[in-house]
C-alpha cells in the first residue's frame, strides 16, 4: 500500500482483497482522517469518536455511535439497508 489514510487506499484495498464493492462494506472508525478515508472509498462508515474533543456528525454514509456496546451485525447491516 503506497498511500495511507485519510487517502482512500487502505478500504479500496481491503474491499478488493475481499473481493466486494466498497459501497456494501462498512468500516468502524474512530478517527477524522480515518472517517475520511472510508467515505473517500465509498463505504459507509460507523463512527465512534475515542479522543476528547473528536466529534462527527452524521451524514449520508456515516453513522455516528456514542461508543461500540450497542453495535452489532444487525446493526451494521441496517446501516447500509437505510443508506
Known sequence: MA?????PEPYLTAAALL???????????DSPSGVA????AGCFVLA???VAGVEFAPAARLAVAADL?????????DLVRRR
Not at 3 to 7: E, F, I, L, S, V
Not at 69 to 77: I, K
Open 69 to 77: 456496546g450497542d453495535v452489532d451485525v444487525a446493526a451494521l447491516r
Open 37 to 40: 478515508s472510508g467515505l473517500a
Open 3 to 7: 498511500c495511507g489514510k485519510p487517502d
Open 19 to 29: 473481493d466486494e464493492d466498497p459501497a456494501s462494506c462498512v468500516v468502524l472508525e
Open 48 to 50: 465512534v469518536p475515542s
